[in-house]
């Protein structure tokens, strides 16, 4: 059973930078495609950025392309997101997710850590 904790988070400013990471642990990681989503009440929960476990191109949502890159290590087991250029509209709760091959849903979650992006 694949088990995920997100760390970092918290409150920035406009145009600031944070770093998200997820502890990963769990056997056959590589059957999993991982990702970063991020939930704002009221709204969809959108799939910011996503990574297969096994190596692969990463997915970005327009969204934030350009501003946030997901990298994975798969020594230690983590999962990172670089956010740079933040915006207010970035301000939610994310998420460290995944799913397993071939899946629609990520049915894997971590506990979640807000961001706030103060104007």
């Known amino acids: 059973q694949v088990q995920l904790a997100e760390s970092g988070g918290g409150l920035v400013q406009v145009g600031g930078s944070l770093r998200l990471s997820c502890a990963v642990s769990g056997s056959a990681l590589s059957l999993y495609t991982m990702g970063w989503l991020r939930q704002v009440p009221g709204k969809e929960r959108e799939v910011v950025a996503a990574v297969y476990w096994g190596g692969g191109s990463p997915y970005y949502a327009d969204s934030v392309k350009g501003r946030f890159t997901v990298s994975r290590d798969t020594r230690r087991n983590t999962m990172g997101l670089n956010m740079n250029n933040l915006k207010p509209e970035d301000t939610a709760v994310y998420y460290c997710?995944?799913?397993?091959?071939?899946?629609?849903?990520?049915?894997?979650w971590g506990q979640g850590t807000q961001v706030t992006v103060s104007s």
């Open positions: 997710a995944a799913k397993f091959r071939g899946s629609e849903d990520y049915s894997i």
